[in-house]
Nanobody, 118 residues
Framework: QVQPVESGGDLVQPGGSLRLSCLVS????????VTWYRQPPGKGRAEREL??????????YYPNSVRGRFTISRDNAKNMAYLQMNNLKPDDTALYLC?????????WGQGTQVTVSS
């Protein structure tokens, strides 16, 4: 059973930082690709935006909107993935979701809310 559980969302001021965590159950975590997505307020699942991806080989991908501000990492010994977010902007406000990909299937968590506001 592969089940991600996110935590760490909070209300933060513009320019602030936050680190999200994702605990993924399953015995093959080191072989999963882990991806962080976000779903802005008022938008549906089809409008989720990929914000960071980390493969089992260590390859990363970030879209231009977050590159240089967000960093994805993982600790295979703890079955944990992280998203470090710096210099947060109001446009970063969203529900942040973690997905683990294994054998062609994406397993999703329920998400953690990040609100950037003064």
């Amino acid at each position: 059973q592969v089940q991600p559980v996110e935590s760490g969302g909070d209300l933060v001021q513009p320019g602030g930082s936050l680190r999200l965590s994702c605990l993924v159950s399953g015995s093959n975590f080191r072989r999963y690709t882990v991806t962080w997505y976000r779903q802005p307020p008022g938008k549906g699942r089809a409008e989720r935006e990929l914000v960071a991806e980390l493969t089992s080989r260590g390859d990363t991908y970030y879209p231009n909107s977050v590159r240089g501000r967000f960093t994805i990492s993982r600790d295979n010994a703890k079955n944990m993935a992280y998203l470090q977010m710096n210099n947060l902007k109001p446009d970063d406000t969203a529900l942040y979701l973690c997905a683990a990909r294994w054998q062609g299937i994406d397993y999703w968590g329920q998400g953690t809310q990040v609100t950037v506001s003064s």
